[in-house]
């Protein structure tokens, strides 16, 4: 990871000293953090189209940071790769996400993003089997999210394999959005396919994102995997999405995340008739 950080900003030579110890401070802080429990899982619903029914959660990392308050995972996450602080963090949120959706009142999925770098240093297996282990949740229950810039080398897949043959499905993330889509869906038997949200963003004024998705649906029925459309905002996105044959839908329409305490209301409300 050090050489990672060194090549890529050695291009910005003037403030090189200065981003440097910045990231080093983060990365101070980072640990701290998960020292003292500053980390939090938020929970994102996802509808299951077919029978308008919860289908799961998405569980979204948040530093909440006693100074600074909610700090979103997209300006911490990098950090925490860069750094290896990643590892330790991806099991707490393995641990923490099968704890937390074995409270629900309905045996829901759960949703658990993995970095590319929990697959490089970490043995994912077991830190994956240690979360069922000890929640007791059993592993049909859980989905892993991926997005291709994990690579599938042969330890990679195997891993996946493993995984599956637990139980554990698997989910290609923000799909449509890399270089290798096709090539990726090939490489790997995925069980899921996630819609990113910038077609579904544009998929009511643009009939391009709208192919794309009607071909992504498609493709996925083919290969005998569900879809998840993400980032679903408005009534007519998520109509559109239903003709189109997605299988479930996420988005601030139906939700926003939500803390641990906000979502077990939340499914218990929802199992009401
Ligand atoms: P992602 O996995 O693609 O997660 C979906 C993101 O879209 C989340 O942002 C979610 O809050 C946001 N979102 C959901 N519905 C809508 C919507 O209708 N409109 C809009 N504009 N946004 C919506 P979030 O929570 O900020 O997470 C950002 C990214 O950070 C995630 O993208 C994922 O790549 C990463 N991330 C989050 N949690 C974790 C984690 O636990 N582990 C790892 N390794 N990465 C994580
Ligand atoms: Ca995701
Ligand atoms: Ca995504
Ligand atoms: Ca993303």
Redesign the pocket.
């Known amino acids: 990871a050090k050489s990672d950080t060194s090549s890529s900003y050695r291009l910005y030579d003037a403030d090189i000293k200065d981003t440097r110890a910045e990231r080093r401070a983060l990365e101070g802080a980072l640990r701290n953090a998960h020292d003292n429990g500053e980390f939090e899982?938020?929970y994102?619903p996802i509808l299951d189209l077919a029978t308008n029914r919860m289908w799961g959660c998405?569980?979204?990392?948040?530093w909440k940071h006693p100074s600074k308050g909610m700090i979103?995972?997209?300006q911490f996450?990098p950090a925490a790769?860069e750094s290896g602080l990643?590892g330790p963090i991806?099991d707490w949120?393995l641990e923490d996400a099968c704890a937390t959706a074995m409270s629900w009142e309905q045996p829901l999925k759960v949703a658990?993003?993995?970095?590319p770098v929990?697959f490089r240093n970490r043995d994912v297996f077991a830190s994956v089997k240690k979360a069922l282990d000890i929640s007791g949740m059993p592993a049909q229950r859980l989905v892993l999210?991926i997005?291709e810039s994990v690579k599938l080398t042969e330890e990679a897949t195997a891993t996946l394999k493993r995984l599956k043959a637990l139980g554990v499905s698997i989910a290609l993330?923000?799909f449509g959005t890399g270089y290798a889509s096709m090539s990726y869906l090939r490489s790997f038997p995925f069980d899921k396919i996630?819609i990113?949200?910038s077609f579904v963003?544009s998929m009511l004024d643009s009939s391009d994102s709208r192919a794309i998705i009607k071909a992504t649906i498609g493709l996925a029925k083919d290969l005998r995997m569900s879809t998840t459309a993400?980032?679903?905002?408005t009534e007519e996105q998520l109509n559109a999405l239903r003709l189109a044959g997605a299988s479930q839908a996420?988005?601030?329409?139906i939700a926003?995340?939500m803390p641990r305490e906000a979502i077990a209301a939340f499914i218990a409300d929802a199992q009401k008739p």
Request: proline share 5%.
């Open positions: 899982l938020f994102q998405e569980a979204l990392v948040r979103s995972p997209l996450v790769e990643i991806g949120i658990v993003n993995l970095s929990q999210e997005t993330d923000d996630k990113d949200q963003r993400e980032g679903v905002e996420q988005g601030y329409l926003k995340p």
